[in-house]
């Protein structure tokens, strides 16, 4: 059970659309719609953003989304804000007794 | 809004036993379709996924961590705990206690974390 793959980091301005990519394998994420993305400030619980692949919860803001393509996931974040600093996780079902996070991104406002 | 609490000793001795309880509140971990959930980040590091517990006792972990871990839960006192045997100090990290939603597998709330720090 090996971890996701993220970018270790991504960086944007203010304004502008970045995308985190998280790539696992047929068994988890190019198998079942069931990817979850999490923003995590420093010091705080992460919160979760995405759910099902591409679902928003309610109170999430609607410049967050995502997708998913094969084995890779992605969330874009669109109008970048400074309180969008944070680290980033990707999260996927695997299995009845498997999950697995991915590595993390820190993605950084400019 | 459902809430998790976790609670444990913030330091453990290396070749102990780690034990944490998460106490939920404005919810039931008899809740139908729900994964009651442990996770860690050691510092600095991202999130590793420890085991889930079902309201039935049924449990599911992590391979690398199998061996060393056990879940429980007290329907009557509506909490689970987490049981991490034979610590060292890879083991130092923030425990949160999360909601699994069975059917979505999202996690959607999440405790604030203790930090368990492992050293003599």
């Known amino acids: 059970q090996s971890a996701l793959t993220q970018p270790a980091s991504v960086s944007g301005s203010p304004g502008q659309s970045i995308t985190i990519s998280c790539t696992g394998t047929?068994?988890?994420?190019?198998?079942?719609?069931?990817v979850s993305w999490y923003q995590q400030h420093p010091g705080k619980a992460p919160e979760l953003m995405i759910y099902e692949d591409t679902r928003r919860p309610s109170g999430v803001s609607n410049r967050f989304s995502g997708s998913k393509s094969g084995n890779t996931a992605s969330l874009t974040i669109s109008g970048l804000q400074a309180e969008d600093e944070a680290d980033y996780y990707c999260y996927s079902y695997a299995g009845i007794s498997a999950r697995v996070f991915g590595g993390g991104t820190r993605l950084t406002v400019l | 809004q459902v809430r998790l609490q976790e609670s444990g000793p913030g330091l453990v001795s290396p070749s102990e036993t780690l034990s944490l309880t998460c106490t939920v509140s404005?919810?039931?971990?008899?809740?139908?379709?729900?994964?009651w959930t442990w996770i860690r980040q050691s510092p600095g590091k991202g999130l590793e996924w420890i085991g889930c517990i079902y309201y039935n006792g049924g449990t599911n972990f992590n391979p690398s961590l199998k061996s060393r871990v056990t879940m429980s839960v007290d329907t009557s006192k509506n909490q689970f705990s987490l049981t991490l045997t034979s610590v060292t100090a890879a083991d130092t990290a923030m425990y949160f206690c999360?909601?699994?939603?069975?059917?979505?597998?999202?996690?959607?709330?999440w405790g604030q974390g203790t930090l368990v720090t492992v050293s003599s």
């Open positions: 404005s919810g039931s971990v008899i809740g139908d379709n729900y994964y």
């Open positions: 047929s068994s988890d994420v190019g198998t079942y719609n069931l």
């Open positions: 999360a909601r699994e939603a069975g059917s979505t597998a999202e996690l959607d709330y």
